[in-house]
């Protein structure tokens, strides 16, 4: 049977789709898988906890520190060659990474990693709006987007747990190769130029601050390191509580967050349609609300605890914490102008990564000393709580009340 035109233009749509995603993937899953094959690191490279907090931060301070840069160069240049720029560049450091001889190598191609990321994550959501034309079909994209960062995030440490159990921690890098390279691949042959605003280049400057002078552009950057701080402070955290208190083996560690995946998944799934029901602001809530509730419950958690309770709780926080994500970017691909979709974009990923930053060495430094780990593991939850109710007061008072049709 012979395709249509429209056949083929939808074929290529959802292949130009996948390789945004797998790109996406491929740098969130970095900034998690990492965390169960810190003990290993540790061992053979004899790192102290600061060292492995850089291991993690190098990663997210530089991923943070030039996301602006990458929104704006795909704004001025073109989304896919800034795309395919920074997927070369990631997937070579993955590879320096995995052969790196001592720890200082290793935190330098961590923060090569994080400027690969930096340019090929601001691009992802501007191709997203340049692919993907009508509102309806962008939302269910964005909430596919969404739903493939936080498979990325909560699977990490199970692959990361299975490769370092089977190999080593140089394979978490490694598999970063024949993702890269499909995916380059695929965006070579199915994503179109993205438009070049030329004119932008002498009258607009790197940050348009007057996106700020906008309240909910504001609240949203607010909303999203609140989010990010306490999803990776307290992944970082959780994932030493399961293997120094717990005694869990790297693979163990990466299936007791099974829980997390699984709740983050099926919010991920709903989210698309949730958008579009009852609205962002709505779905933003509903998940500070029950984050908010699970780290409450996390307070009072100690080495004794059963692991069916220790579930049911990282399931409400995967599924509370995977529902803010979709509603942060629905709500800022809606309001900012094209003309600055890369700026936009690349602010909020600015905000999420430190966020994450700020969560794994402020919540990371509760729980450096093992003797005291419980009580700092209990504080770090506290400031946790807190972080979650200033991002639910951000979104009731300065997110607007819309939906997205």
Known sequence: MISTPSQQSKIHTRIALLAICLGYFMTILDLTIVNVALANIQQQLNADVTGLQWIVDGYSLVF????????????????????LAGLALFTLASTLCSAAPSLLILQIARALQGL??????PTTLALLQ????????????IGLWSAMGNIAAISGPILGGLLVNALSWRSVFLLNLPIGILC????????????????????????????????????????????TFVFYGVLFI??????????????LTGFALLPEFVCAFCASSLSGRLLISIGPRRVLLSGFFLSALACL???????????????????????GLSLV???????VTSHAPKTQAGIASGMLNVSR????????????????????????????????????????VSTWFFTPEHKIS
Do not use: W
């Open 325 to 331: 994500l979709p509603a942060m970017v629905g709500i």
């Open 353 to 392: 990564q430190v966020g994450g930053a700020l969560g794994v060495a402020i919540l990371g430094s509760f729980v450096g000393n093992q003797q005291t780990f419980i009580a700092g593991m209990h504080l770090a939850f506290v400031v946790a709580v807190g972080v979650l109710a200033l991002g639910f």
């Open 238 to 251: 959780l994932s030493l509580f399961l293997q120094q208190m717990k005694h869990y083996s790297a693979s």
């Open 116 to 121: 690969g990321a930096a340019l090929l994550v």
């Open 184 to 227: 380059f691949l695929l965006t070579s042959r199915f994503i179109a130029p993205a438009f070049h605003i030329d004119e932008q280049k002498s009258i607009n400057p790197l940050l348009a601050l007057k996106l700020f002078q906008e309240k909910m552009f504001s609240a949203i950057n607010v909303v999203a390191v609140c989010h």
């Open 64 to 83: 943070a520190s030039f996301l602006l840069v990458g929104g704006a160069l795909g704004d001025r240049i073109g989304g896919k060659n800034v795309f």
């Open 130 to 141: 340049t692919t993907i034309s009508e509102a309806s079909e962008r939302a269910r994209a």
């Open 297 to 319: 419950a996390f307070i009072s958690v100690d080495a004794r605890i059963s692991y069916m309770l220790l579930a049911c709780m990282l399931a409400i926080l995967g599924f």
